[in-house]
């Protein structure tokens, strides 16, 4: 009875898995009969949309004339273009970025020339003032305003670099009288030997003499419809005519004397 009660529940747990295994075998099939179908429809999908493609195609050859093997070459060519429009255009971007490569390389190298050029103009006007500061100071005859003077060509040139004045060079000889800048210079007496001489300065109808005057001696007087300082500078006396050299300086707002166009 032991063995067939065991028997019985070995049998009855066959029956069991048996009906388990035949419920999940049907479901199987179910799900791939599924699946069959569902194939089966995008494969009639598909032979419908092909279908449908080469009708508008065989159409849109027969509109323009072409065939399908002409279509084909066309079709082609169009990818070919494509591709060698792309690489023109990376070639193109390529070829940018090294000109923009070298363009940063010119700006650099141009920030490093106005440095240096910076540098030297700094050291250029460090040397001017140095040199300015060297020139000679003198109270003129009229005012106890103190102004720098030139006392040779390569002193003036500074003075005109300096820039806050007009200047005027003149050589006049002994007797003669000449226009330089708004003023008019005549020369009475010149002594070489002294560096004395007498000028006579005419200016806005009026006339001033510097009687026994030195070389490198500011000589003053006021010109102008609203009265400014000016300024002569006697540099040298001799020469056979018994002339003299030097130069005048007004402010810089002063009137400028009017050339022949």
Known sequence: MAVLAVALLIGLGGLIWSYTLNTRLGGQE????????????????????????????????NSLGLTQKQMDSRAQQILAREQADSKR??????????????????????????GGV??????????????????TSMKGDLSDHSSLIARNRDELDLLKHKGDRNYYEFTLNKGQR???????????????????????????????????????????????????????????V???NSQITGYLTTPKGAPAPVTAQ
């Open 89 to 114: 255009l990376e070639s193109a971007q390529k070829e940018t970025a090294q000109a923009v490569t070298a363009v940063s390389n010119d700006v650099s190298s141009v920030k490093t020339d106005v």
């Open 118 to 135: 910076k540098t030297d103009l700094g050291k250029t006007q460090t040397d001017l003032a140095t040199t300015i500061s060297q020139l």
């Open 238 to 240: 001799g020469g056979k």
């Open 178 to 236: 000449k226009p330089v800048g708004t003023v008019s210079l005549e020369l009475k007496k010149a002594d070489a030997k002294k560096n004395r001489f007498t000028l006579v300065v005419s200016s806005d109808d009026k006339q001033y003499e510097k009687k026994d005057r030195n070389v490198n001696e500011p000589l003053q007087f006021y010109s102008g419809k609203d009265p400014q300082l000016f300024e002569i500078v006697v540099n040298t």
């Open 30 to 61: 179910a799900a791939l009969a599924d699946a069959k179908q569902q194939n089966a429809k995008l494969a009639s999908d598909l032979r419908e949309t092909n279908a449908r493609l080469k009708v508008a195609t065989e159409e849109l050859g």
